[in-house]
Antibody
Framework: EVQLVESGGGLVQPGGSLRLSCAAS????????MHWVRQAPGQGLVWISR????????SYADSVKGRFTISRDNAKETVYLQMNSLRAEDTAVYFC?????????????????WGQGTLVTVSS | EIVMTQSPATLSVSPGERATLSCGAS??????LAWYQQKPGQAPRLLIY???TRATGIPARFSGSGSGTEFTLTISSLQSEDFAVYHC?????????FGQGTKVEIK
């Protein structure tokens, strides 16, 4: 059974940092692109970042570029999101999600597996 | 970026009735559109990709249609477990973007 389990969320002051983790199991983790998607309270889903299966290619939404860093450890089957210089508008549930394409450098574009999410609250 | 617009924002439907949800795109997507179901406190669940292909394990009462800029998700006979928020997502043009969601509630 495929599982994605996020952790690391919590309450942080503006300007602070958090590192989110997403532990994967039940599939060949090192074959898949992984993404982070967030959902602010009462709002829609917003793509934040993606990382290729080997970690060699990353991309970010403009809203987080320069502040957030995505990485992965294939040996630990975990993807990370380092979030620095946090702002109130970063408050959201953060989901990790898998692109179903098992092919290197090819994105399918949609997400077939999601974690349950971890809540990040940025407030003083 | 492509703006996705879902309508209505809330749809009130009785169990057993048909529900029709709409999703519009600001640019043509061909058929690069997915639909997800999300229940409170849960992760989104992939229902449809390629505008009309049901994901693994999705019941046949869910169907998707459309191409270009107009898309529809139809739930033929609503079951109690179908009351949820439904999101559309385009993956034709980077960055991938989502609609704001349609809440299907019990009438």
């Amino acid at each position: 059974e495929v599982q994605l389990v996020e952790s690391g969320g919590g309450l942080v002051q503006p300007g602070g940092s958090l590192r989110l983790s997403c532990a994967a199991s039940g599939f060949l983790f090192d074959s898949y692109w992984m993404h982070w998607v967030r959902q602010a309270p009462g709002q829609g889903l917003v793509w934040i970042s993606r990382i290729r299966s080997d970690g060699g290619s990353t991309s970010y939404a403009d809203s987080v570029k320069g502040r957030f860093t995505i990485s992965r450890d294939n040996a630990k089957e975990t993807v990370y999101l380092q979030m620095n210089s946090l702002r109130a508008e970063d408050t959201a549930v953060y989901f990790c999600a898998r692109d179903p394409s098992p092919y290197f450098d090819i994105l399918t574009g949609y997400y077939d597996q999601w974690g349950q999410g971890t809540l990040v609250t940025v407030s003083s | 970026e492509i703006v996705m617009t879902q309508s209505p924002a809330t749809l009130s439907v009785s169990p057993g009735e048909r529900a029709t949800l709409s999703c519009g795109a600001s640019q043509s997507l061909s058929t690069n559109l997915a639909w997800y179901q999300q229940k409170p406190g849960q992760a989104p669940r992939l229902l449809i990709y390629g505008a009309s292909t049901r994901a693994t394990g999705i019941p046949a009462r869910f169907s998707g249609s459309g191409s270009g800029t107009e898309f529809t998700l139809t739930i033929s006979s609503l079951q109690s477990e179908d009351f949820a928020v439904y999101h559309c997502q385009q993956y034709n043009t980077w960055p991938w973007t989502f609609g704001q969601g349609t809440k299907v509630e019990i009438k």
